[in-house]
């Protein structure tokens, strides 16, 4: 973090050297007052984008519109921004238009929150123009100004308060939280895949069961009736452990099993959430087995395990998914010692599907431990299997 820190002092020093003003901002200053450490240095100056770009040597115009110029040195990456107001938003997501060249004081006015409306110079000066000490100190989240306007402007800025509920354990003030209940009508209106970003966001947070509980008080549910039911029952529990695959497919599941296509998730993704629904259905009047595992490995029943011990905290099986996993004789079909190669080369038998069934029934007999993975072993049930099945050799 010191390294990181110094080199983005020295991009400020370089602006204010250049003759231009220029400051730490947002979350960076936050958790710098916090003494915690920070993912994303930003810094806010009165240069504009062009003499951003003039004046280092290696920098991207990740958000030229709206000001701001990524800015390398070494390993690190800085986001710098001009001073800015916003005009008029456009689907309660983004301004239609930008103004450069304001002061500090109206580019901080225009921010989410008081606890992200911090500047700092270069000599460690704070500048807080909106109580966010106070707030920091009273553990609050609070909209700068009216929280009408501000999730008006940007609806999203409802879900960045939880995810900071969920990041620092903090309430949100009960202004903000009385506007945001008032103001959820507008998430439809921001791309599902922001919404997902957020979620997730939140999902990772350490104090992500106090954020969903008071999303559950916000109403939030009834935006997404999908995501009520899990909702509901995650917020009734005493501690949370779910990722965002599991939390997702909990809901899904409680839902109605299947994944909406509103809900913009990979191709990956899905499926591994599908299969984690149909193993907590199985799973509910049945025990896991070496097959189930072998084929699935460990991770997908562990996770599907998790939502099971959530519907019904009897119904843990994580000690024997585990205990079944390590003790697997194989994970793959390569790791049989007699392949299809060796029936080629022992018999005359071409036809790929029977091979294929033939190797399916021995991994079988190896993973249920009826027979070891040894080479004579293998052999001889194979050739007696074809004598006896398949009247082939």
Known sequence: MTSYYEKGRNIVKQLLDAGHQAFFVGGFVRDFILGEDASDIDITTDATPDQVQQLFEKTKATGLKFGTITVFSGRFQYEVTTYRTEGKYRNHRKPEEVQFGVSLEEDLQRRDFTINAFAMDIDQHIVDLFQGKEDLSNHLIRAIGNP???????????????????????????????????????????????????????????????ALQLLVQSGFGSIY????????????????????????????????????????????????????????????????????????????????????????????????????YDNLPIYKTCDLVFKGQDILELTTLRNAEIIGDIIDDITYQVITNQLPNEYEALKRYTLELMETKYETR
């Open 148 to 210: 009408d306007t501000r999730f008006s402007e940007d609806a999203l800025r409802m879900l960045r308060a939880f995810r900071f509920v969920s990041k620092l354990g903090f309430q949100i003030e009960p202004k903000t939280f009385a506007s945001i209940q008032k103001n959820l009508v507008l998430l439809p209106n921001i791309a599902n895949e922001r919404i997902l970003t957020e979620m997730r966001k939140i999902l990772d947070g350490k104090h992500a069961l106090s």
């Open 225 to 324: 009736p999908e995501l009520n039911q899990g909702l509901a029952l995650i917020a009734k529990q005493m501690d949370f452990q779910l990722n965002s695959l599991e939390f997702f497919a909990l809901c899904f599941f409680l839902n109605d099993q299947k994944i909406p296509e509103t809900w913009r998730f990979s191709k990956k993704e899905k499926a591994i959430m599908e299969k984690i629904m149909e193993l907590v259905d199985v799973m509910q009047d049945d025990v896991y087995n070496e097959m189930i595992i072998y084929r699935l490995g460990k991770d997908i029943p562990l996770m599907a395990n998790q939502i099971s011990v959530m519907l019904d905290p009897k119904n843990d099986q994580a000690r024997e998914i585990s205990q079944i």
